[in-house]
C-alpha cells in the first residue's frame, strides 16, 4: 500500500528511501520488542527508540539536499571527526 501511493506521487528517491526506513524501523521496534517477556504491552524505552527512528528519518527528508551536499563537500567538522 505505502509503495503504491508513492508512485502516483512525486517525490524524491531519497525522501522515499528516508521514509519507508522510518516505516520499517518504526514497525520493527514495535514488533520486536527489547524484552521477548513484554511482548503483550510496549515498554517505554521501545517508545524512546520509535521517537528516535521517527526524528533521524524526518530530519532526513527535511534536509536530503545538505546530506547529499556534504557526501562530496564534507565540513571541516566532518573531516575532523572522522
Known amino acids: 500500500m505505502y509503495a503504491l501511493y508513492w508512485t502516483q506521487a512525486i517525490i524524491t528517491t531519497q525522501v522515499y528511501r528516508a521514509t519507508f526506513l522510518m516505516l520499517v524501523l518504526v514497525l520493527t521496534f514495535l514488533y520486536y520488542p527489547f524484552r521477548a ?4 504491552n510496549v515498554a517505554w524505552y ?3 527508540l520509535v ?3 521517527v526524528a533521524s528519518m ?7 539536499r545538505e546530506a547529499l551536499q556534504r557526501v562530496t563537500q564534507p565540513t ?3 573531516l575532523c571527526c572522522c
Open 37 to 40: 517477556k513484554s511482548r503483550a
Open 51 to 53: 521517537a528516535l527512528s
Open 58 to 64: 524526518v530530519y532526513l527528508s527535511l534536509y536530503f
Open 76 to 78: 571541516p567538522v566532518a
Open 46 to 48: 521501545d517508545i524512546v
